[in-house]
Antibody, heavy 115, light 112 residues
Framework: EVQLVESGGGLVQPGGSLRLSCAASGFTFSNYAMTWVRQAPGKGLEWVSV????????YYADSVKGRFTISRDNSKTTLYLLMNSLRAEDTAVYYCAKGWNGDYWGQGTLVTVSS | DAVMTQSPLSLPVTLGQPASISCRSSQSLLYSDGNTYLNWFQQRPGQPPRRLIY???NRDSGVPDRFSGSGSHTDFTLRISRVEAEDVGVYYC?????????FGQGTKLEIK
């Protein structure tokens, strides 16, 4: 059974940093691209970042480019999202999802950026 | 960016009746590999999104066959043949052809 468990969310001040983790199990992690998607409170979905399998190519939404860094540790079957220079508009539930097109999703972790 | 426009944004449906959601893209979603990466997601209240349909018309494992997807290039439709109470939630189309991937605004399905 595929499981994705996010952690690392919380309250952070504007300009601060946070690192999210997504522990994966139930599939061969190294064979799949992995994705972060976020959802601001009461709003729709926004694709944030993707990291490919193999060469680990990365892609970012313009809204987070230069501030967020996606990475993966295949030995630990874990996906990460390092978020720097956080802004109020980054407040959202952050989901990790399997694959380029999100066939499985975790339950999400809430990030709140506020002073 | 490929802009995804869904309609309607609110969909009241009587139990047992059919429902249909339209999704239009500002760009063709036909990829160079011959596939069209248009997906549909369901988000029940308080739950993460769940993918229902991938590449226009392929149902994910465990998705009831009352859900179906169709369309091509820029115009796509999600149909529910007979709405059940468990179908309440928000439905999103999403394109995975052009980076950045983009979602529609969401269609809220409720029981009339």
């Amino acid at each position: 059974e595929v499981q994705l468990v996010e952690s690392g969310g919380g309250l952070v001040q504007p300009g601060g940093s946070l690192r999210l983790s997504c522990a994966a199990s139930g599939f061969t992690f190294s064979n799949y691209a992995m994705t972060w998607v976020r959802q601001a409170p009461g709003k729709g979905l926004e694709w944030v970042s993707v990291i490919s399998a193999g060469d680990g190519s990365t892609y970012y939404a313009d809204s987070v480019k230069g501030r967020f860094t996606i990475s993966r540790d295949n030995s630990k079957t874990t996906l990460y999202l390092l978020m720097n220079s956080l802004r109020a508009e980054d407040t959202a539930v952050y989901y990790c999802a399997k694959g380029w097109n999100g066939d499985y999703w975790g339950q999400g972790t809430l990030v709140t950026v506020s002073s | 960016d490929a802009v995804m426009t869904q309609s309607p944004l609110s969909l009241p449906v009587t139990l047992g009746q059919p429902a249909s959601i339209s999704c239009r893209s500002s760009q063709s979603l036909l990829y160079s590999d011959g596939n069209t990466y248009l997906n549909w997601f369901q988000q029940r209240p308080g739950q993460p999104p769940r993918r229902l349909i991938y590449k226009v018309s392929n149902r994910d494992s465990g998705v009831p066959d009352r859900f179906s997807g169709s369309g091509s290039h820029t115009d796509f439709t999600l149909r529910i043949s007979r709405v059940e109470a468990e179908d309440v939630g928000v439905y999103y189309c999403m394109q995975g052809t052009h980076w950045p991937y983009t979602f529609g605004q969401g269609t809220k399905l409720e029981i009339k």
